[in-house]
Each structure stands twice: as C-alpha cells, then as structure tokens.
C-alpha cells in the first residue's frame, strides 16, 4: 500500500514542481518539492518502505529532468541514505532532524548537479552557484520543509497506523 | 287608526328618510359622521398595527433568513462574474500574445509554425529548460528551433507524444554560432548558470559597439539564420588576450514565455561526419 502511495504523490509532487514551485525564484534559486517529500517520509519513524520511494523519485527524475548523467536522480537515493542515517543517530530531536536532513539534502543535490553540468562541459562557477542558486534553495527548502512534514506525516500515519498494545 | 293617517304617516316617514340621505349626500351630516367614525378608526389603527407587529415579530425571522439566502447567491453570482471576468482578461491577454506570434509568422512565410503553450521548467536550477504543451502527435522533432515573435528561444531537447523540452539559449550548455550586425563579426553565444548570455572568441580587431544587433547565422546547421537573439550591452577587451568578449541583452523575456513557437520546417544538420578525425 505505501509503495503503492509513492505513485500518485510523487506524481503529483512532480506537477507541482515543474508548473509551480520552479517558477517562484529567489534570486536564481528554488525549493525542491520531492527532496522534502523524501526527508519528510524517511524521518518518519514507522515508515519502513523508504527506499522504494527514493528509487521511484530518481527514476522520475531521470525521466523527466535534463540533468547529465541523472545527476538530480541519483542524489536523491543518496539524500534518504543521509537521512535514513541521520534518523538513527538523531532520533529524538525531530526538529533538528528535519533542519539537518533539509540543509544537508539542499547541498548534496545541488552538488550532483554542479557535478553533473561540470562533467557534460559545462562552466560552473562555484561561487555564483553558491551565492545565487543554492543558498537561495536552501532558504526555501528550510521554509517549505515543517509543513510538508506535517502533511507526510498525517499520511505516513494513515499508511503505518499505530499497533495498539495489549 | 285610520288608514288615512297611517298613510299619511307612512309618506310623512319615507319623506324624511330621503330628506336624511339627501342631505347626507350632499354632506350636510359630515361632522356628525366624523364625531362618530373618528374614534373607529382610531381604534382600527390601533388594532392594525399591534396585529402587525405581532405578524412581523413571527414572521420577521423568515424574513431575515430569505434575505441572508438571497445576498448568498448574489455573493456567489458576484464571485462567479469576477472569476468570469478573470478568465476573459487571461483570454484576452493570450489573444493579444497570440496576435502577435501570428503577425510574426506571417512575416516569415517560408517557415512553417506550430504555437505551444509553456508548461513547465526543469527541476534543475543549474539548467534553463522549459516544457511545451506538443510533442510527437504534433509532428515536433528533436533539433527543431523555438521562437517567439521577438527572437530566438531555443531547441528541442527531448520529445515525447504529447509534451516537449526545449533547452533555453541562456542554458550554459548551449553555444550558438552568432552574428553581429553591421560589422557581420562572428562571435559563439553561450549561456550560464544565472540565464544571462554572452559572445565570445570575437575578434580582437573586431569592431563592435554597444547595441549590435546579435543574430543567428545559422553556421553549423544547428539554427536557421537570421533570428534575433539580443542587443549587446558590454563589450571586454583586453589586449592582452586573444579574443573580445560582450554581453548580450537577449530580446525575449525568459521569465515570462507563455506562448512560444516551434520552427516546424528546419531540419537540424549534423555534420559530426564532415568534422575530420583527429590525428594521432
């Protein structure tokens, strides 16, 4: 059922991200519905079918996106191994979690991708990227991110209801 | 009694019945009819008016209750109208963009045009891409040159059955092969990360001036010739170095396409095979 699920949301989280959220600049960057969609069902903590999900969202995103050498799509399997990670060790600050995963994944994805335009010839240069495009995302994301989780949150509940103890 | 005064008494009577009713309708008795109908009526009034505030007071909730339903609907007819006069002002709009694609399409009556509607952007903040609304069930194939009526937009990328990707000229993998207008200098267009483009390997004795027009000039086949790209707004040269560099102003606003067309008749040429193998 929660494999199932990952179809539609991702889907329709990718509408959203190409029609909507990619037209709401600041400066040069913006935020990135599916990486917050990822965090915010990998740090719940009774979801169990994570990577399911992060292998739907990269192969979405090789499908759909420009990117070289599916640089946007692997980072994201590499952004729920962080968080999946970051989930373990950090378990009981949920809020700093969250912030964590969000700025970490914001810098892991941008950094694929730099790679990514780099290796197919393409002149990046470092500091404008930072400056313009990946501070400005991360502002965003970090925005974006709490009521996001809330919203997969709700919907890992639903998914992963709680086993009542006898 | 005798029948003669019972007769008599019996005219004397009818007489002054009619005598009364003539006189009263010639309103002779007025004052005494006021005198006597004024208290009624007042007393009616009275009657009339607590018999309508009771009716009111009953009946006055249903009142309120129908004028609240009715300013409702017309709240909503009146949001539906503004919704309405949303849509009209969109359409209107799309007319006019549309108005202005065709007038450019007719002045070019060599190409053919198919008009597609922006849909999307690449995910990737680092790449200027955008997503059309027509793909191979409209005959669009990779290579094909997008314009607006203004300039140049870009190229196909990617095509599926119903929707496209177009890579934008100020995407940092694009290099266009360029003219600048009068001194017909060749220059590279390239974009970057931040959408702006500028030339490079321009000649050093190259003589070039703020507000050349920059065109394509369709050398390597990738774009047909002749379409506006941009003005230039800044020329770097340094003597020192092998070549000038500007940059360019382009003509379209990339943060605003809506409607864009597609150069349905060119057909991109490669010529990797004619590019001669490197020696060992």
Redesign the interface.
């Known amino acids: 059922m929660a494999v199932f699920l990952a179809f539609p949301i991702l889907g329709f989280g990718?509408i959203l991200?190409?029609?909507l959220i990619?037209?709401i600049n600041l400066l040069?960057?913006?935020a990135?519905l599916?990486l917050l969609i990822l965090i915010s069902w990998t740090l719940h903590h009774r979801v169990k079918h994570v990577w399911q999900w992060a292998i739907l969202a990269c192969v979405l995103?090789i499908y759909?996106?420009?990117?070289p050498f599916g640089s946007?799509g692997l980072s994201y399997l590499v952004i729920t191994g962080c968080t999946v990670f970051f989930r373990s060790r950090f378990w009981k600050l949920e809020a700093v979690t969250i912030l964590i995963s969000t700025l970490v994944g914001t810098f892991i994805s941008?950094i694929f991708?730099?790679l990514g335009?780099s290796f197919?010839?393409?002149?990046?240069?470092l500091d404008?990227?930072l400056i313009?495009?990946t501070l400005p995302?991360m502002f965003l994301n970090l925005l974006l991110v709490i009521p996001f989780y809330a919203l997969i949150s709700s919907l890992a509940d639903w998914t992963y209801p709680q086993e009542l103890g006898i | 009694m005798t029948p003669t005064i019972t007769l008599l008494r019996k005219i004397v009577t009818s007489v002054v019945i009619i005598g009364i009713i003539i006189l009263a309708a010639g309103g002779y008795f007025s004052f005494i009819s006021n005198k006597i109908v004024e208290p009624a009526i007042n007393l009616q009034t009275w009657i009339s008016t607590r018999y309508l505030a009771v009716k009111d007071l009953f009946s006055g909730q249903k009142d309120v209750e129908m004028l609240r339903q009715t300013n409702l609907e017309l709240e909503n007819e009146v949001t539906s109208l503004q919704n309405n006069i949303i849509d009209l002002k969109n359409q209107l709009a799309e007319v006019h963009i549309l108005s202005a694609l065709l007038n450019f399409a007719r002045g070019k009556p060599g190409n053919q045009y198919l008009a597609a509607t922006v849909?999307?952007?690449?995910?990737?903040?680092?790449?200027q891409?955008i997503?059309i609304d027509r793909g191979t069930d409209d005959g669009i194939q990779t290579g094909m040159p997008v314009v607006t009526q203004k300039g140049l937009v870009g190229r196909i990328?990617?095509v599926i059955a119903n929707a496209s990707?177009v890579?934008l000229i100020t995407d940092?993998?694009t290099d266009i092969n360029v003219v600048i207008k009068p001194s017909n200098t060749e220059a590279i267009l390239s974009g970057?990360?931040?959408?702006n483009i500028g030339l490079d390997f321009i000649p050093q004795d190259a003589i070039i001036q703020l507000n050349n027009l920059i065109l394509t000039s369709g050398l390597g086949g990738g774009y047909p010739e002749d379409i506006m790209i941009g003005q230039i707004t800044g020329i770097h040269k340094k003597d020192v170095e092998l070549f000038q560099s500007a940059t360019v102003q382009p003509i379209v606003d990339f943060n605003n396409i809506k409607i864009v067309l597609v150069i349905m008749n060119f057909k991109p040429l490669d010529i990797t095979p004619l590019i001669p193998p490197e020696l060992p």
């Open positions: 990718w991200q190409l029609s990619r037209q040069h960057g913006s990135d599916i995103a759909i996106s420009a990117s946007l941008h991708m730099i335009q197919s010839g393409a002149n990046i240069p404008t990227a313009q495009i995302s | 849909i999307g952007k690449d995910p990737n903040p680092f790449m891409y997503i990328n990617a990707r890579q940092p993998n970057s990360i931040t959408g």
